[in-house]
């Protein structure tokens, strides 16, 4: 049996719970082994069916010999850096969600993960339940890769397509954003770009092999768009979007997130609701397109449990 623990049991950290137990029969054929949820670190008590897992004291995970891999999705960077490093450095593998963590400080916490010959896996972290991280460390690694953009941020794309076909204002946009769970009641990171920024970052360090820093990255949000820079673009045949995007230029890995009038021939024009789609330009490939659901508990929990699965399975 395979033990992991859960850092975090908001949104995503319960979507990890209930797709291990869902899919449970999947999960052990894929692995050849039962993989088995054993402890949920919780900030408060609450009732739920896993309750008898919680502790609050992040030491009891952390020296609990038989967990192998810890899920943290706690979100922020503390404790989540202090923890996963600690967590790291006591070999114990790590899997995250966090895009803000990784942004800022993956590159350390990959450091000390392979010093410790273990892994630190962050598939969720871009893209919800789009695989992108893989396929860029793997499936295209023998391509040069020239640029990566796309549409990065769920929330902001719902806004901007409630504007575009219902005729909303950028203010009722958000707010119908928010009363399903799209937006945070501080919508600030996702409609100011800061979302996109982290997730771009993360795209063009696996790209390039070169950290930009988030200091280095312009970024505008859409919180200034009204319904007439929309209809304006559309009378130009084009829709505007929010676009993470990175590419070299004069040698250098540059980085920009703002939005961009996409012409309706792009496949991006057409990208609605929550959805995220993703775009890379490879030499020899050619241009290839990652789209599906960026957000949310099921398609994120989907990319998590899919690492856990990838640790799990050089176990046996």
Known sequence: MINFAI????????????????????????????????????????????????????????????????????????????????????????????????????????????????????????????????????????????????????????????????????????????????????????????DTQRKISILASLAFGEDIGLENIPTTGISALTLKDLESAEAEGSSIKLVGRAWIENGQPKASVEPVKVPKSSPLSTVSSVNNAIVVRANPLGEVMFYGQGAGKEPTASAVMADVISVAASFT
């Open 7 to 194: 850092l975090g049991f908001g949104v995503v950290g319960s979507g990890v719970y209930e797709l291990s137990l869902n899919n449970k029969e999947t999960v052990t054929k894929k692995v050849g082994k039962d993989v088995n949820v054993s402890r949920i670190l919780v900030r408060s008590d609450k009732e739920h069916d896993a309750k008898h897992l919680f502790t609050k004291d992040f030491t009891d995970i952390l020296n609990d010999g038989n967990i192998q891999v810890a899920v943290e999705t706690m979100g922020g960077l503390e404790p989540a850096f202090t923890y996963t490093k600690s967590l790291l450095e006591a070999g114990i593998h790590v899997v995250t969600s966090n895009k803000e963590l990784v942004a800022t400080h993956g590159k350390e916490l990959q450091e000390a993960a392979t010093l410790a010959g273990v892994s630190y896996l962050y598939e969720g972290s871009v893209g919800g339940g789009i695989p992108i991280i893989r396929p860029l460390q793997n499936c295209l690694a023998a391509n040069e890769i020239t640029e990566v953009f796309g549409i990065l941020n769920g929330t902001t794309n719902y806004i901007l397509t409630q504007m575009k076909e219902h005729g909303l204002s950028f203010e009722k946009a958000l707010k119908s954003a928010q009363e399903l769970g799209y937006a945070e009641s501080d919508p600030t990171a996702d409609i100011e770009g800061f």
